[in-house]
């Protein structure tokens, strides 16, 4: 979506013959003005814009998307900035007249569409429109969060050319076995303990578990884990044979409760362990504070005295809560960018960059006690499908190159967010019956912390910024169904891999991904990403020298997502 020449499903071009397979049109306003610039810049405020400052044309809403259909050619490339599908929507706002960049006779013919891809579009509606701004601002608010997925483009879009199966791309098996994990002398099994789903609704059915535990202790131990979300093993090292598993939170509660067959559980991760380290750590990716809070609702963290041999750190990374937050912060910076320099000191007061360079500390803690020990890591936060994705991910980006590569990288998220039950269809806001509350930017904050690495080794990764922007674009978009509903059990009760297509597939497919998303400065066997040379620099300066440093808090973050529409 970022310009005309992007490889975009989502930019429609100007004839309904550019429609995407499946969209067709549902209403035509005609006569509307897209603001742009800062009018009050360029001429003195009148009761009616200027007209330098619009650009005129039909509003059209179609099953999939809203736009301007310019009138006028020489605006032609900025129809591009006008084109948002609905899952792109942030928020339909209407406009008080002293909030208004004009002085209007009627300012309810205002009305402002922001976006999760970090835009502010404000219409004009022509005097007596076909339809009421109001009317129109709840229409667009109902297509952005519909009450199900029944109604999402993803159902209609039947492209001429199928795209290959992209829903096949991940094969647990497959994966675990590449790895390592099935080898004879691994200390690793397949567990079929949750054959359809039935003692985790949001785990995969096919997971692994030491090779010591039973099928009944499985279950045992999935009953003293929050949401049933027992440690299940995803990575082991080449190397050293060193694990990372992840898991939730223990629920431990006010009363300090115990559980033997976990205890035993995590002695057998040690066991699965051939180096010489004889200590497992414990990854708890929330402040400590959090954690002991969080014995107030039955969870907890693990008593360390009641578990030989494993050492409890925490990552001091915030909630959900914290990131909406800072992420609303940004948003508005973003969307007020003037200024250089004030705006840099905005970016930093937003926290954003203090928070992403958290979770790249976070992640280089678990490089370094698994290249450095030998040491296993079980990471894992309250219930393991937020902060415990974004790191159990980056780890294994950096100390495994097939996951630098795309189908590799696709891999990773398919295991690690979509597999593992990370909430999409609640964190995205895909629908309007999840809270606002438990909307969160935790995808968007591991690409970004990809995009910081891709800086810093950047002939070490396949895919190129292009990339990371195209999947953050539809993890919202709706033309796809690969990031619908919140696990994979709800995937697969849905049939989504029968009824709409995969990204991965779109990806994969005609020659897209060599075409537009590879790294041209790629190096298949670069081997400079590793422990002792991560460099993680967060004072938020603007000219700074560290590599990832440079990326977080440094004038490179233009590059990236957030200012890809500030000029």
Known sequence: MASSSSPSLTTIKISNSSFLPGEKTILNIQNVGLIVGNPSDSHQQTLIPHPQNLIMGNFIITNFQCFLLESDSQWRSSMFHAAVPFGMIRKVKKFKNQS?????????????????????????????????????????????????????????????????????????????????????????????????????????????????????????VSQFRSKGRLPACVWKSPHSGATIFRCSQPLVGLSSSRSEDDENYFQEILRANKTNSRALYIIDCRPKVNASANSLSGGGTEAIANYAGCILEYLNIGNIHVMRDCLNKLFKVCVSWHDEKQGWQDVKETHWIDHIAKILVGTFRVIQVMQEEGASVLIHCSDG???TSQISALAQLLMDPYYRTIPGFIVLITKEFLSFGHKFCTRQGHLSKGPSSQRAPIFLQFLDCVWQLTRQFPMSFEFNEKFLVFVADHSYSGIFGTFFYDCESERQKHRIKDTSQSLWGLILNNNIAATHFTNK??????????????????????????????AVGGKKIRKWIFLRWTK
């Open 385 to 387: 499908w937020d902060r």
């Open 521 to 550: 400065l790629y190096q298949p066997f670069d081997t400079s990403v590793n422990s002792n040379n991560i460099k993680i620099n967060n004072n938020n300066n603007n000219n700074q020298n560290g590599a990832v440093g440079k």
């Open 100 to 220: 208004l960049p004009f002085q209007v006779t009627d300012p309810s013919l205002f009305f402002e569409i922001q976006t999760k891809d970090f835009r502010q579009l404000m219409f004009l509606l022509p005097p007596n429109p076909c339809i009421s701004s109001k009317a129109l601002r709840t229409m667009l608010i109902n297509l952005s969060v519909p009450s199900n997925y029944d109604s999402l483009f993803a159902f209609c879009f039947t492209p001429s050319t199928p795209t290959m199966n992209g829903w096949d791309i991940y094969d647990p098996i497959k994966e675990y076995q590449r790895i390592g994990m099935l080898e004879e002398d691994s200390g690793l099994r397949i567990t079929n303990a949750n054959k359809d789903y039935v003692i985790c609704s949001t785990y995969p059915e096919v997971f692994v578990v030491p090779q010591g535990v039973s099928d009944e202790t499985v279950v045992k």
